[in-house]
């Protein structure tokens, strides 16, 4: 009796699972200590991308609706996709929960010119999703200005969630995906502020989402005053970096007496 043919039991490669928010959030943290002015590029594409990855995904988990349901039936494919260099891992360039005509407006105002195709992608994620969670703060001069389009609403779309203490964790993002969120924000807003141009308008909206999210935040309590006093165009500026840092020095004092 002839023997059975034996089927071939071996199963395909795996998929790889997607990266997590904090595993694309640490990503772009060692992409930013590994800046250098001969891989300035490649940095900033890989941290933009990521930090924009990671924020998009924990606004899915949040269920943070950025826009009223009518203005989100856009199609998912109208934004190009764009590659990180560092890690060879594509990302799509359109942003979650982001209506196409923010991203075109960001893409319209941005200012592109001189770099590569990647860093322009990721720069036009990061300026949509301020236009997104911007918070109405600068008036629509300074948005003109400074190259970045505005929520339509005027409001953010975040809440406080997240309480300050001293037992905040990054590895307990499941459980306080708020953190994880504000400081992605954060961690966003200041590379913003350190390129060039220095797109000004898109930094401060993302510090204050971190805010917004995080109001006892010291850190963007300082990073926020600290951009409002490097343009310092109104008078306004200096008073808002003013009450920032007593704010921060605040929190500063009562969390230094709790611990000892």
């Known amino acids: 009796m002839a023997p059975k043919s034996a089927a071939s039991k071996r199963k395909g490669p795996a998929t790889p699972s997607p990266p997590t928010p904090l595993v694309l959030y640490k990503r772009a943290l060692a992409a930013v200590k590994s800046w ?11 941290a933009l991308t990521c930090l924009t990855a990671c924020i998009s995904q924990l606004q899915t988990r949040m269920g943070i609706q950025l826009r009223p349901q009518e203005e989100t039936e856009v199609a998912a494919s109208e934004a190009p996709a764009t590659s990180t260099a560092a890690n060879g891992t594509a990302q799509d360039s359109n942003v979650a929960g982001v209506p ?6 960001a893409a319209a105002a941005g200012q592109d010119g001189g770099i590569s195709a990647g860093l322009a992608a990721a720069l036009r ?19 003109e200005k400074d190259g970045c389009a505005s929520s339509s609403g005027g409001a953010s779309p975040y809440v406080a969630v997240v309480r300050h203490s001293l037992d905040l964790d990054l590895e307990d993002w499941e459980e306080e995906p708020g953190f994880l969120l504000a400081s992605a924000h954060l961690e966003l807003g200041k590379l913003l502020g350190r390129m060039w141009p220095r797109r000004w308008r898109c930094e401060r909206a993302h510090l204050r989402a971190a805010l917004a999210l995080f109001p006892a935040c010291v850190a963007a309590r300082l990073a926020l005053a600290q951009a409002l006093l490097a343009r310092s165009d109104h008078p306004s500026d200096l008073q808002q970096a003013e009450g920032l840092l007593a704010g921060a020095l605040s929190t500063a004092e009562r969390l230094a007496g709790g611990s000892g």
């Open 125 to 143: 994620q990061a300026e949509a999703l301020a236009a997104a969670v911007g918070t109405g703060e600068d008036s629509k001069e300074e948005e």
């Open 100 to 105: 196409g005509a923010v991203v075109a407006a």
């Open 36 to 46: 250098s002015p001969l891989c300035s590029e490649t940095c900033d594409t890989e």
